[in-house]
């Protein structure tokens, strides 16, 4: 399974930018797939994950009522729709794939896309 990020770019704030995660490879069938962030010098950082069957979702606070996840699973895809941009918001943004039902740890990572807020 590979997994390609795309979307990231330069925004002001307040604005907004959809972010892709395509997959590939053997038949695709993930258990949840995540968005994280990862900042300089700082940790990385959960934002959010959506369930592949069923499509629930699950934010964290600091991105709760301006980020969504959504997916199409005819295209093995999942989105980030990122609203009201903040300048801490800016980082590189990851998508990752957890295949089964057990345990935290995702499976498969995209390589990342950088998204920098603007003040």
């Known amino acids: 399974v590979q997994l390609q990020a795309s979307g990231g770019g330069l925004v002001q704030t307040g604005g907004s930018l959809r972010l892709s995660c395509a997959a590939s490879g053997r038949t695709f069938s993930p258990y949840r797939m995540g968005w994280f962030r990862q900042a300089p010098r700082v940790e990385r950082e959960f934002v959010g994950h959506i369930r592949w069957s069923g499509g629930s979702t699950y934010y964290a606070d600091s991105v709760k009522g301006r980020f969504t996840i959504s997916r199409d699973n005819t295209k093995n895809t999942v989105y980030l729709q990122m609203n009201s941009l903040k300048p801490e918001d800016t980082a590189v943004y990851y998508c990752?794939?957890?295949?089964?039902?057990?345990?935290?740890?995702?499976?498969?990572w995209g390589q990342g896309t950088l998204v920098t807020v603007s003040s």
């Open positions: 990752a794939a957890k295949m089964g039902v057990l345990g935290p740890t995702y499976d498969y």
